[in-house]
Every structure is written in C-alpha cells, then in structure tokens.
C-alpha cells in the first residue's frame, strides 16, 4: 500500500473501532452482516499494510546492503592505508576517516530502528483486530455467522507467525553493523594509542644533514616515497566515490563560509553605526574574509577524502591566523598616528610556510634548508625592522629583538636534522607574539575605559578586567593560542600531557597546569577583591548613615577573607596533607612562642578593631597628647594622620590595650567651653546677651543642644563667663571656636564691654642699705677706668704715637 493512503486507512480503523460497541451488541441479521463485513475490511486493511510494509522492507534492504557493502570497502580501503602508515600525520588523516566512517555507521544504524517503530505500528493494529474479534465471539453469536469468523481467526494466526518472523529479519540485519561498528571502534583505539608515541619520536627524531655519509640515499628515498604517495592521492581522486564526497565537502563548505561572511558584513555595518573610523572597518571586514575562507576549507576537510584532510585543514587553520593577526590590528587603526610595525605578519608567514611543509608531507631532507634559510631572511627583515621601531613602542622593539636571535638559533636546530622541531617552535613564537599583542590591547582598552572615566560603563567588569592585568590576560590568550597550535600540529593529547606532568617534592606535586592555575588564582582574586570591593561600596552608600562606620571595615575583611580563600586554594592545587599542615603549624606556634607574639599580638588586635570597630577609618583619636584622623587599620599597625602632617604608625595592641580617647566614635559632634572674663562691674545681662550672639555667628554650632552662658565664678579681677556650644563635627572644632573668639572681641568691643586682664600695684621707697651699696660700686668702677686709661698712655709711648703725652700726664676722664 503506498504511504501517501496509510492516514486514509488509519481513519478508516478509527471510525470501524469507533463503531465496534454498537455492533458488540447486535442482534438482528442485517446488523451482524455488517459486523462480518467491518471484519473483513479490517482483515484486508491489516493484511495491505503489512504487503506495503513488506515491500518497503525489502527496499530499504536492498539500498541498506548495498551502503554496509560500500562502507565494508571503505573500511578495508582505511586498514590497508592503516597497515602501512608510521607518520603521525597520516595516522591523524586515518583517525578522520575512521570518524566519518563511524558517523556513517552510526547514521545507518539508525534504519533498522525506525524500520522497527513501523513494524510496532503494524503489531498494534494486529493487537486491536484480534481483540475486536475476541469481543465479538464473547456475544452471542447466530448460527449462520459462526463459521464466518473462521477465516479471521486463521488470518490472525497467519499474521501474527509472519510479524513474528519480520522480527526475527529485522534483529538478524542489525548484526552486520553492530560488527562493523565494532571493527572501527577497535581500529580508533589502535590508532589514537599509537599517536601520541608517534608525535613524539617524530619531533625527536633526528634526520640526516648534508654533511651525512648516506644524506643523498636517505634523500632518494625520501622522493620516491613523496612521490608514491602523491601519486596514490592523485589515484584516488579519480574516482567517482572521492569525487562526489570532494565536491559535498566543497558544497557544505561554502555554505558555512557564506553565513560567517555574511556575519562579518552585519557586524562591519554596527560598527559603522557606531562611528568606527573606516581603516577599522576595513580591517573588520578583511578578518571576515580570512575567517570565511578558513571556514570554507575546514568544514571542506571534513567531507572531503580523508587523505585531503590534513592538507585542506592546514589551509583553513592557516587563514583563521590571518583573521586573528587581522583582528590584533583592529586598535591600531582606532588611534590616529600611532603605526606598529608588522612583526605578527612575518611570524605568520614563517607559520604558514612551516604548517604546509608538514601538511604536505615534504621530505625533512628538502623541508630543513628551506625553512633555515626563510628563517634566517626573516630574522634581518626583523633586525631591520627593530632599528626602525620608536622606542616608545616596547613591546614591538623586544618582539623584533627577542625574533632576531631566535630565528637564526631555530634555523641551526633546523640543519642539525630537527626540522619538525625547528617548525614547531617558529610555529609557537607567532602565537606567543600573538598572545602579547592581544594582552596589551585588552589590558590598553580597559585602561581607557576605567570607570573613573566613563562611569556608564559596568563597573563592576571594568574593576574586574582592570584588577587582573596584563599577566593574566597573556596566560589565557597563550593558553588557548598553544592550545590551537597543539590541535594544528595534532599534539592535543602531548600538551596535556606538558601541562599535567607533576614533579613531585616531598609530598607536594608541581606542574605547568598548576603553576598555571596559581597565577591565573592570584589575579583572579585581585579580580574578585575589586569586584567585591565595587558592591560594597555601592551598598554603603545607599546608607549614608552607616557608610563612613562599615565601609573600610567591610573592605579590609574582604580584602583577608579571599586572600585566605587563595590560600586555601593553594593547599588544595599542591596537594598539601593535613600531617603536613599540621608540621608548619607545630614550628608556626614555636616561632609564635619566640618571636612572633608580637606580630601575632597585633594581628588578633587589628581584627578585633575591625570586628569591634572601635577605632575605624575617619576616626579622630587622641593617643597621649597627640591628635589626628585615623587613614586605615592595617594587619599590623594602624596608620593616624596627626593634625600637624605627621603620620604615626600605632601597633594595633595599643590602641586594644591601651586608654585611647575617640572623638568622634558613632557621633562626631563634640561639646567646647570658651571662658572669658569681664571687668567688676559690667552688665551680666549685656555679656549674656553678646556671648550667644557670638556663638549664632557660627554655622556649625549645633541649634539642638542650644549653646547657653554660664557665670562661672567671681575672679581676682575679673567675672569670669563660660560660653557652652555643640560643634557638628569635631575636626573643625579648633576653626570653629577661632571663630566663635573673634566673633566675641568684636562684639565687646562695639558694646563697651571690657575684657578684664590681670593687674598689680608697685610701690617703691628709700632704702639705705641701697645707697651704700651704689657709693662703693662707683668708686670701683672709677678706679678700674684710671687703670685702664694708664695702661692705653703706656701702650702708646711703646708704639712711638705721634700724639704721646708726657709722662705723668693723663687725661681727666669725664664723670660718670
């Protein structure tokens, strides 16, 4: 029966079933007439379905046999290629086609299932014809129409043998796939066991150089080995089978490179929207077609002949390199006047020409003193290019300087007879160049976009990228872009094996995958402090109240809580035992016992302070006879600013056990006496009246409590006054209170009111025993003049002065 009349005969049973309970319970002739007439159509509809079901069978095994015979001779085709391959690149070609083969397999297997689901809707309508017919021989049926249920009941019986026959076939034809199967499954195995020792004796193995004995018969083998082979490639392009499967790989290829293209002509245009400058766009653009290209020929190499599939995938991976060194580009087009030299361009053209010497299998005689020689051009183009470079760019001049003595060091090693090593070394300093570009970009372009700068942008990511750095970002473009080298020279399972090789001392194992992780760890957590740090700064102030109170707090326990956290994470990479743990804290708590109580002391402090917060950041504290505002409480100390400009660093067990006066704990606000004192006799009232005018004067005395004047006491000269304000806040007590002085002078003075100052009396009298005391200390100083004026005449008649007097003369010398 055709399958386009199956829903037609399904409605059919559907309306026979619908109407079954009505004849269940006929009782008339005519009414048990169409009972045997429903039977009898139901008998032909079920034995039509299966004569259709049958015949579709026969075709789908008919078409099933003839792709299993198909696929059985691909899979002898790939294990006589698998008997003689030894390189690793055709093992990874096999390993593809192996690949394809099993999905086919896979796809193939798929058949016998839905021939089964068919088969089960068939069974079904057995099952409701023979309980349609158990119903009705449960009636009471008349004689003349018992002997027409006799053919049903053989027809039931007929059927049910051949379902069950069908079954039977069906579960026999999955046999030959389940086997074949099987085979490839084992063959994989083998295969991918093999790979990896084979990678590695080919990058060890050391060919022979010119300077060898038997270099030209290593040589001539060599040719005629590339030579058979390509002539084995060339063979079986020719045939009808490849063919098709190349042109397939083409066809899907190019629609997959149409959709990235178009992709990156969507993604050209926003950015046009977004007022990119055009050399940007063009550089977009440029990386979409390198993209689309690679694209193209990758997805090619999936359904082309898996001896194409190295060689075409190379291509692919080649081009998506060249998007990428597009791409790195991209910032500088953005800056106007800012031109790097091309040093990824070069190392991208050494990488191409080293991916498709191997990709084409060149013989390593031929492959080692081309490559030397492009490698030791490539390294004057880059010491040309190093003296040429501004020294302002400095990632660009070490990039050429660091290529400039390489490349001549890989060329050696490729002459030596290490050319697969010489290649995959070139290979990997053109993604680590690579990797250093676009960590610089990226680490550049959140610089630029801090949030400081565009606070529209997300913070808390901006924070996050900024706090990581440029190390972080190169290990994870270096990851990945060695990661991508290892798939293309097809060592993915030899770089894992670099980066999980543990080196073990004492008990802790050390490997490049978690050196790898610390570092990423510890910028990570950088990361995670700063994006922390963003939130809580965010929630304080929602809450101005409790802002200034918890927000250093929060953000020093923060600050500890995930580095102990990374701590933890380290114990845990390294493998740390607990017994181990536990040693370095038996010799911790001996070193505590020693000399580290101190250090220990003020650690628990600084906590308590911080959990306490008795003494917080913004505080003003006065420690002894010093002032000042306290900048953050560290691990060990706590910095103060004193109010002269003086920063002291206060042990945090002092400020625990110590007497410390916090001014503005939990209310900054702080209570100022002025005393003043007037002369007897003043207007109380008047001075009253004047001392709280003064104190209006200021603005950061408090309304609530009101300022009030006390008459504290009557002096020895003067009445002394107290004025008593609120200041809002107690570090500008000092100005305020200034203030607030001058503001009194200014009004005494204006009121007539005199601000008293101390006064004594001095009387003086004759005293004789003055008198005699001034007589004798004149005559001995008249005497000491007379001595001296002797000896300057003495001194002058020695000298034989013009005006010497005569001996015995002297001047008379005035009265005192």
């Not at 490179?257 to 766009?281: D, K, N, Q």
């Not at 005689?365 to 051009?377: G, N, Y």
Request: with cysteine; aromatic share 10%.
């Amino acid at each position: 029966m055709p399958p386009r009349r199956a829903p037609l005969f399904l409605i059919v049973l559907l309306l026979a079933l619908l109407a079954g309970p009505a004849a269940l319970h006929a009782e008339d002739s005519n009414e048990w007439s169409m009972v045997m007439d429903t039977l009898r159509k139901q008998d032909k509809m079920v034995h039509d379905r299966l004569d259709a079901f049958k015949a579709r069978h026969a075709r789908e095994v008919l078409d099933r046999d003839r792709q299993v015979d198909a696929l059985v001779h691909e899979r002898a085709k790939l294990a006589l290629w698998q008997a003689t391959a030894s390189d690793p690149w055709e093992i990874r070609d096999l390993l593809a086609g192996f690949a394809r083969l099993r999905f086919a397999v896979e796809r193939l297997s798929q058949r016998p299932e839905q021939t089964w689901t068919s088969l089960e809707q068939n069974v079904a309508m057995l099952d409701t014809y023979r309980d349609r017919l158990l119903e009705i021989t449960r009636q009471q049926i008349p004689e003349q129409y018992r002997q027409a249920l006799l053919p049903s009941r053989n027809s039931i019986a007929a059927l049910t043998a051949e379902l069950s026959a069908l079954r039977d076939s069906i579960g026999a034809e999955t046999g030959p796939l389940r086997e074949l199967a099987a085979q490839i499954k084992a063959a994989e195995e083998s295969l991918q066991a093999a790979l990896t020792p084979a990678w590695k004796a080919y990058y060890m193995e050391v060919f022979p150089t010119p300077l060898s004995p038997f270099f030209l018969t290593y040589l001539h083998q060599d040719l005629e080995d590339w030579d058979l082979g390509l002539g084995l490639c060339r063979e079986l392009l020719h045939t009808r089978h490849n063919q098709l499967a190349l042109l397939r790989g083409a066809m899907t290829g190019g629609a997959f490179a149409l959709a990235v293209f178009a992709l990156a002509l969507l993604g050209e245009w926003l950015a046009a929207r977004r007022g990119f400058p055009r050399p940007s766009r063009a550089t977009l653009r440029k990386a979409g077609v390198c993209l689309a290209v690679g694209v193209f020929f990758i997805v090619m190499s999936r359904g082309a002949p898996f001896f194409l599939f190295t060689g075409l995938s190379s291509v692919g991976e080649i081009m998506m390199a060249a998007a990428l060194v597009y791409l790195s580009r991209l910032r500088v087009t953005e800056t106007p006047g800012v031109a790097l030299p091309p040093v990824l361009w070069p190392t991208w053209r050494i990488f191409s020409l080293g991916l498709l010497l191997e990709a084409t299998r060149v013989p390593e005689p031929i492959m080692a003193p081309i490559f030397s020689a492009f490698l030791c051009l490539s390294a004057w183009t880059f010491h040309v290019r190093h003296n040429r470079t501004p020294a302002g760019q400095r990632l660009e001049r070490g990039l050429t300087q660091a290529l400039t003595y390489l490349l001549p060091a890989l060329a050696l090693v490729a002459l030596v007879g290490l050319p697969q090593t010489a290649v995959l070394m070139a290979s990997s300093l053109f993604y680590i160049a690579l990797a250093l570009r676009f960590a610089s970009h990226t680490t550049h372009f959140f610089s630029r976009h801090e949030p400081q700068h565009h606070p529209g942008m997300g913070t808390a990511l901006l924070g996050v990228a900024a706090e990581a750095g440029f190390p972080f970002f190169f290990l994870l473009y270096l990851f990945l872009f060695l990661w991508l080298l290892s798939t293309q020279y097809g060592g993915e399972d030899i770089f894992l094996e670099l980066l999980t090789t543990e080196t073990q001392v004492e008990s802790v194992g050390i490997s490049l995958k978690k050196l790898a992780s610390l570092i990423a760890g510890y910028y990570a957590v950088r990361a995670l402090i700063s994006l922390s740090a963003s939130y809580i700064a965010n929630a304080t102030s929602r809450r101005r109240s409790a802002e200034r109170v918890a927000k250093a707090s929060l953000l020093t326990i923060n600050t500890y809580v995930w580095w102990g956290l990374y701590a933890i994470f380290i114990m845990t990479v390294l493998g740390l035992s607990l017994t181990s743990i536990a040693v370095v804290a038996g010799g911790l708590s001996v070193g505590i016992g020693f000399g580290l109580q101190t250090m220990v002391n003020n650690f628990i402090s600084g906590l308590l302070l911080l959990f306490g917060r008795s003494v917080q950041a913004g505080d003003i504290i006065q420690f002894g006879e010093a002032w000042g505002v306290v900048k953050e409480v560290n691990i060990r100390n706590t910095e103060v600013l004193t109010f002269e400009n003086a920063t002291v660093f206060v042990p945090n067990s002092e400020l625990i056990s110590g007497k410390i006066v916090n001014w503005s704990h939990r209310d900054p606000s702080v209570r100022r006496d002025i005393c003043v004192g007037v002369a007897y006799g003043s207007d109380t009232a008047l001075v009253r009246e004047k001392l709280l005018a003064a104190a209006e004067t200021c603005p950061a005395v408090l309304g609530n409590p009101p300022p009030q004047v006390l008459h504290w006491d009557f002096g020895a000269s003067t009445l002394d006054f107290r004025l008593r304000v609120w200041l809002a806040d107690v570090s500008g007590a000092v100005g305020a209170t200034c203030a607030i002085r001058e503001a009194i002078d200014r009004l005494f003075r204006e009121a007539g009111i005199e601000i008293a100052f101390p006064q004594s009396d001095l009387h003086l009298r004759s005293a004789p025993v003055l008198e005699d005391y001034l007589k004798n200390r004149q005559e001995e100083d008249r005497r000491r003049m007379f001595d001296l004026a002797d000896r300057v005449s003495a001194l002058e008649r020695k000298t034989g002065g013009q005006d010497a007097r005569p001996a015995g003369k002297r001047e008379d010398t005035p009265h005192e």
